[in-house]
């Protein structure tokens, strides 16, 4: 699944190395980069994974500079960046969510809690997938309503409605295929009364007098 993908950005090798086989055997998809330059590149691709976890000192870009940079394009606003350095004071927790970042990770790091909080990272994750999906199909549903309201040619006798194409339809063929209106079947009581007042016309007719 897409939301368990996760780049890995850190300069040391062996950290580099130790964070993409622990990533692996949890389960997760690892794409690794050697610098900050690359990382950032490879965050702002379509394709790239939802998570990263981001060394604060790395040469080309800094974890501080990614954040900052990623928050200010709304096709990459939503990766969730978790930044991974031995700064461990206040102030500079302050400054690393400020830039952007969603988490906070000192080296080194337990390896239960890195895990701890990428799962909640991939709950994040699938929740704004799950939202952006949701509002897909609320924009889809206003286009079709907003279709309806238009003007809708109809006829005065048969009650058949033109669509854009032209093409003569009935009015519960035309509904089904524009929005997703289900039918049924059934009759008002106007129209049962006309139905019954012939009815007994019909049978007062066939009915021969006298009987």
């Known amino acids: 699944m897409r939301h368990r993908k996760v780049l890995i950005a850190d300069d040391d090798d062996t950290t580099r190395h130790i964070l993409h086989t622990t990533l692996v055997q949890w389960g997760y998809e690892a794409t690794v980069c050697k610098d900050g330059a690359e990382a950032f590149r490879s965050l702002r691709e379509a394709d790239a994974p939802p998570i990263a ?11 501080i500079e990614i954040c900052s940079e990623l928050r200010k394009e709304q096709t990459t606003a939503t990766r969730y960046l978790i930044l991974l350095t031995t700064r461990s004071n206040k102030e500079d927790v302050i400054e690393g969510l400020r830039a952007g970042a969603d988490d906070y990770v000192t080296k080194p790091f337990h390896m239960g809690e890195l895990r701890a909080r990428l799962i909640v990272g991939t709950r994040v994750v699938s929740l704004h997938a799950s939202l952006a999906d949701q509002i897909s199909e609320l924009t889809g ?9 238009g003007l809708l040619p109809i006829c005065s006798h048969c009650k058949s409605v033109r669509d854009d194409h032209n093409y003569w ?4 063929q035309y509904f089904s295929e524009h929005s997703d209106v289900k039918f049924t079947q059934t009759i008002c009581p106007v129209c049962q009364k006309k139905r019954d007042e012939l009815a007994q ?11």
């Not at 549903?141 to 309201?149: D, Q």
């Not at 339809?169 to 519960?172: E, L, N, S, T």
């Open 53 to 63: 976890l981001l060394d604060w000192m790395m040469p080309g870009m800094d974890g």
């Open 201 to 211: 016309t019909e049978s007062e007719f066939w009915t021969p007098k006298g009987e």
């Open 141 to 149: 549903a206003l286009e079709r309503v907003k279709h309806l309201e």
């Open 169 to 172: 339809k009935r009015v519960d």
